[in-house]
């Protein structure tokens, strides 16, 4: 099931690179509202990027987990003017660690995650057939870090979606004990419906959420609202 995006208000009609940031002050300066993607390697941050903003090759994949080395920022505008950039961050391990333990490459993920005024929701990727682990849930709870004057959405999305068999789809959303929506970059599925829950987490704080419900998710507990801190 592949989504037309070419009449939809959220479909994307410019979409370029901004910037790659390897080091603190390599940082673009914010030109819109961000949303992150975060998952650990190879879970398919990079490829559900190209399949939102209907480019292909926009943002650099390959099948060698650990390719994307930098925070890289791509600026976007939607069919209603909309505009929003997108931020592909590399894979990484979020569990909490010592201060020795961390270099400067994963204090800058983390600073960029708990304090860029800028980032209104974190997508956190897994793959569909390995269900949430205790990376994911971490990074859930450290995005809940960030100062109450600055909160971040966060949504959960299941990867490769194509990759599991549609019988066990229902089993593994409801172990998750969480709301996800489910994706497949490579056919297109879910990407309606992840673009029509980004909307309402990015304008939530603005006062004009929308409202209509997210018709094409699949999630274990439809109808909450996603986890918001
Ligand atoms: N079947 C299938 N393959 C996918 C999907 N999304 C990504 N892939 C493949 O998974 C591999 C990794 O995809 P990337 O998008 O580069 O993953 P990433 O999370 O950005 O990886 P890093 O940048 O290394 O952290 C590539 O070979 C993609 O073609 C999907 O929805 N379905
Ligand atoms: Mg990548």
Do not use: H
């Not at 910037?19 to 998952?39: D, K, M, N, S, Y």
């Not at 592909?88 to 995650?113: F, M, N, T, V």
Request: aromatic share 6%; net charge positive; proline share 4%.
């Amino acid at each position: 099931m592949r989504d037309d995006p070419s009449r939809e208000p959220w479909g994307i009609v410019t979409a370029e690179f901004l910037a790659g940031a390897q080091r603190a002050a390599q940082l673009p300066e914010a030109v819109g509202t961000e949303i992150a993607f975060a998952g650990r390697s190879n879970v398919g941050k990079s490829s559900l990027m190209n399949a939102l903003m209907g480019r292909r090759g926009l943002v650099r994949t390959s099948g060698t987990p650990g390719c994307t080395r930098q925070i890289s920022f791509f600026q976007t505008r939607a069919r209603d003017g909309r505009e929003q950039v997108l931020v592909d961050l590399p894979g990484y391990g979020y569990a909490r660690r010592s201060k020795s333990e961390r270099d400067e490459w994963a204090d800058l993920i983390e600073w960029y995650l708990v304090e860029r005024e800028a980032l209104r929701v974190v997508v956190v990727l897994f793959d569909a057939r390995r269900g949430l682990e205790e990376e994911e849930a971490g990074l859930c709870e450290f995005i809940g870090t960030r100062p109450s004057a600055r909160p971040a959405s966060v949504v959960v999305v299941a990867t490769k979606i194509d990759k599991l068999p549609k019988s066990k789809r229902q089993s593994m959303l409801a172990k998750l004990g969480r709301r996800a929506l489910v994706v497949s970059a490579t056919e297109g599925e879910g990407i309606a419906a992840l673009w029509s829950e980004l909307r309402r987490a990015t304008t939530a704080g603005e006062g004009r959420a929308d409202s209509a419900p997210t018709s094409a998710s699949t999630s274990a507990d439809a109808g909450q609202t996603p986890v918001r801190r």
